[in-house]
Structure formats: structure tokens, C-alpha cells
């Protein structure tokens, strides 16, 4: 059974860095596409990168030159470095696995993908 666990949220000002990681269980994090899905309060969930077996990436519009997504796959890890956070990026962060990682967000999630519980990330002075 695939399993996905967030860590590193929290509370950053805005302006200020943060990193996410994500550690698999369960299966071999190498031959998936991961991604990070973000939904802020009283809005629609939405792709914020993702990431293939290759190594290649693609972001959302609103995170692209700010964020970076990587993995590890000897840690069987991935993670999401955010910089210069803004107060509207606050919200739960949600790491995802078997995404459909192309150039259009919209498509990253897919009925085979297996999410994480997600974490709460706060930008906020």
C-alpha cells in the first residue's frame, strides 16, 4: 500500500523560504512521477509542481522561478523548496504520487495517484 507523509510546514513570513519533504512507504519512490498539489482556504485544490522519473519538471504559473521541486530516490523522498512565500500561498500542502507530469497542472491528478495527508503551511508577519 502506497504511502505518503509531509513534514516541514508550518508558519514563515512572507518573503521567507521553506522546504517540504515528502518520504514514501511502501513502494519504490524511482519509477513515479510525484507532485505538489497546494488548496488554500475556500479554494480549489491546485497543481503546484511535479516532477518524473527522469527528473524532469514542470510548475504552475504562480510558483515558476520561486519553487523547486526535487527528489531523492535513495531517501525514497521528494521535496517541494519554496521561496519568497506570499501571504495568498498559505494553505494545505499535499504531496502526491503517480501524477500524470506534463505541462498543464490540470492534468496531474489522476485516479491512480495516491495523495498524503497533507501539511498546513502559514504565511503570514
Known amino acids: 500500500q502506497k504511502q505518503l507523509v509531509e513534514s516541514g510546514g508550518g508558519l514563515v513570513q512572507p518573503g521567507g523560504s521553506m522546504r517540504l519533504s515528502c518520504v514514501a512507504s511502501?513502494?519504490?519512490?524511482?519509477?513515479?512521477?510525484m507532485g505538489w498539489f497546494r488548496q488554500a482556504p475556500g479554494k480549489e485544490r491546485e497543481g503546484v509542481s511535479c516532477?518524473?522519473?527522469?527528473?524532469?519538471?514542470h510548475y504552475g504559473d504562480a510558483v515558476k522561478g520561486r519553487f523547486t521541486i526535487s527528489r531523492d530516490n535513495a531517501r525514497n523522498t521528494e521535496y517541494l523548496q519554496m521561496n519568497s512565500l506570499k501571504v495568498e500561498e498559505t494553505g494545505v500542502y499535499y504531496c502526491?504520487?503517480?501524477?500524470?507530469?506534463?505541462?498543464?497542472?490540470?492534468?496531474?491528478?489522476?485516479?491512480?495517484?495516491?495523495w498524503g495527508p497533507g501539511t498546513q503551511v502559514t504565511v503570514s508577519s
Open positions: 502526491v504520487a503517480n501524477v500524470a507530469c506534463n505541462s498543464q497542472p490540470y492534468e496531474w491528478n489522476n485516479a491512480d495517484a495516491a
Open positions: 516532477i518524473n522519473s527522469r527528473a524532469g519538471t
Open positions: 511502501g513502494f519504490t519512490l524511482d519509477y513515479y512521477a
